[in-house]
């Protein structure tokens, strides 16, 4: 097959502060024919991601910067669409790391054939994909158990959503703060939240001290800054935090100070882990299988906020830092 133009989004410059769209473009490509052994993919979900704006700077972190004039990445669900490997044949849905385009070639190598039966296909993007395995696997790292009282920070997006509902799963008391009444609702009434509150209302720490008056056992960190700071002044002794995400700081020029109070670490013997799901994937087949599970029998939610198009990829990503998003933000593509 010869001929076939896609549309990718690339990082035209770094963002400083918030992102705005002047810092991306998009470019129109035209596919080579493929070679042996390559598969040509087409996307149908991608994901946009709160971590994508760490390697929009030009600094070494855990993963590497995006570069400039070049594609952007995230997990992405597509279709193949022609296969010259024998391992993927046209039709098969897969995974990739090849978002933020909507045709793509790649080697075997590169692609993860996922179960079509599940339905949307764009769960394997959000609870029953890396979101949903960060929550899961946070739960673990954090030594969850029935009667703890959990506090997640981030609470209605695509981690802190099935985090909560895993929780309560377990038999958890389950506290969750978000931005808006709306959100504080979808936690209440759709996943099962005990308590949910806006921090726009007041203070997180007097709020939490209101509603968790014996304090608590568990944070997950999906916020940092002075949501961290509250959580530091109501757990328990023995308490864990599961440090799982920043946004609050992910676009500040400069480093902001650590908690005030983070002597409570000492005085109160608190365990704090941080959380990078890339280093769990081996337990994915025992996450797919468990969360999987419950998808179907309807014990948990796959939520998601769907922007249409390819053009709609760079209004969702920066919508994420204005709390635009319930759920799991993905970006339709076919």
Not at 155 to 181: E, M, N, P, W, Y
């Amino acid at each position: 097959m010869t001929g076939i133009t896609s549309r990718e989004v690339r990082l035209a410059s770094r963002p400083q502060g918030v992102p705005t769209a002047a810092n991306f473009t998009l470019a129109q490509v035209e596919l080579a024919p493929l070679r042996d052994q390559q598969v040509l993919v087409r996307n149908l979900f991608m994901s946009v991601d709160p971590y994508m704006r760490g390697r929009m700077n030009d600094a070494e972190s855990y993963i590497q910067p995006f570069e400039l004039g070049k594609a952007l990445e995230g997990r992405a669900i597509g279709e193949v669409v022609e296969s010259a490997s024998g391992e993927f044949n046209p039709g098969d849905a897969v995974s990739s790391n090849l978002g933020w385009r909507e045709c793509f070639i790649a080697s075997p190598g590169e692609l993860r054939r996922v179960n079509r039966d599940v339905q949307p296909l764009s769960a394997y993007l959000g609870a029953l994909g890396m979101t949903g395995m960060t929550a899961w696997v946070g739960l673990r790292l954090a030594e969850v158990k029935s009667g703890d009282v959990v506090y997640i920070s981030g609470a209605a997006g695509a981690v802190g959503s099935v985090a909560g509902q895993l929780a309560k799963l377990r038999g958890c008391r389950v506290i969750g703060s978000t931005r808006s009444l709306e959100k504080v609702d979808f936690l209440r009434d759709e996943c099962g939240f005990d308590i949910a509150f806006s921090y726009k209302v007041g203070p997180v720490a007097e709020q939490l001290s209101i509603e968790a008056p014996e304090g608590i056992d568990v944070y997950f960190d999906n916020v940092g800054g002075k949501t961290l700071e509250a959580a530091l002044s109501v757990l328990r002794v023995h308490g864990r935090i599961i440090a799982c995400g920043s946004i609050s700081g992910y676009n500040d020029k400069k480093p902001r100070p650590g908690p005030s109070n983070l002597f409570n670490m000492i005085t109160k013997r608190l365990t704090m882990k941080g959380l990078i799901v890339g280093d769990w994937l081996d337990l994915r087949p025992e996450f797919e299988g468990e969360v999987g599970g419950l998808i179907r029998s309807g014990k948990l939610r796959n939520k998601e906020t769907v922007a249409d198009g390819i053009e709609q990829a760079v209004p969702s990503f920066i919508g994420l830092f204005r709390g635009r998003n319930l759920g799991k933000m993905v970006v339709k593509l076919a």
